[in-house]
């Protein structure tokens, strides 16, 4: 690649977002950050790696209340001294540091937590949505983890709504909007095919 250049991949649960974001990695000769990052926090904070686990893209609910309530805007939420942040939002905070410091310093694919609003401001960022037919992911994730269809439909509706609260809560666009990326895909055509598309996307922009 010609100049540094970072891919965010959004992505509903089971649609093969992952699986796509590391072909396009590959492709590209590029790393690819996902579960990276808990590690990366952890070294970063102290915090256990086994709580930012449990709490991976996950939203307070403490913060939510308090924003509800009309007692703080989310930006004094984050940064007023007289609140004693939950660990979510510490872990957010430290998140979103790594984020902007690794896309100042290399190409890459960066994998969900709310990387297309954090470098939103950026020109050398292509934000990308990956979705898919309920019945597909479903499909997906039943034969990738062995569980029924049932389960497989409650755990894809489940982290679906973790990672819609944890998107709405800190970004400032909603998740899976058409409007908060550049390119939605739908990987019924294949994770190739999808990597392929993106890989011809970072290429047109950077001409």
């Known amino acids: 690649m010609n100049k540094n250049f970072v891919i965010t991949i959004g992505r509903e ?3 093969g977002g992952h699986e796509i974001a590391c072909k ?3 492709k590209l000769g590029i790393k690819v950050y996902d579960k990276e990052f808990i590690g990366m926090i952890a070294k970063n904070s102290g915090m256990s790696e086994e709580i930012l686990r449990e709490i991976d893209e996950t939203a307070t609910n403490s913060f939510l209340y308090a924003l509800s309530s009309g007692a703080f805007s989310g930006a004094q939420m984050l940064t007023s001294r007289s609140v004693t942040l939950p660990i979510t939002d510490k872990a957010y905070i430290n998140c979103s ?3 902007k ?3 100042d310093k290399e190409s890459c694919v960066i994998v969900g937590r709310c990387a297309n609003s954090i470098l939103k401001d ?3 960022v292509l934000s990308v ?3 898919a037919d309920l019945k597909q992911r479903i499909k997906r994730i039943s034969e990738g983890k062995g569980i029924s269809y049932e389960e497989a439909e409650t755990l894809i509706k489940k982290t679906d709504k973790k990672r819609a609260n944890y998107h709405n809560y800190y970004a400032d666009t909603r998740w899976g909007a058409r409007t908060a990326y550049d390119l939605c895909i ?3 055509i294949g994770t190739e095919t999808a990597s392929e ?3 011809t996307a970072v290429s047109a922009l950077q001409k």
């Open 197 to 199: 598309m993106i890989v």
């Open 129 to 131: 949505f990956v979705y």
């Open 24 to 26: 396009v990695a590959q």
């Open 101 to 103: 410091d690794i896309a």
């Open 97 to 99: 540091n790594i984020i």
């Open 186 to 188: 739908n990987s019924k």
């Open 13 to 15: 649960f089971g649609s």
């Open 122 to 124: 950026r020109d050398n």
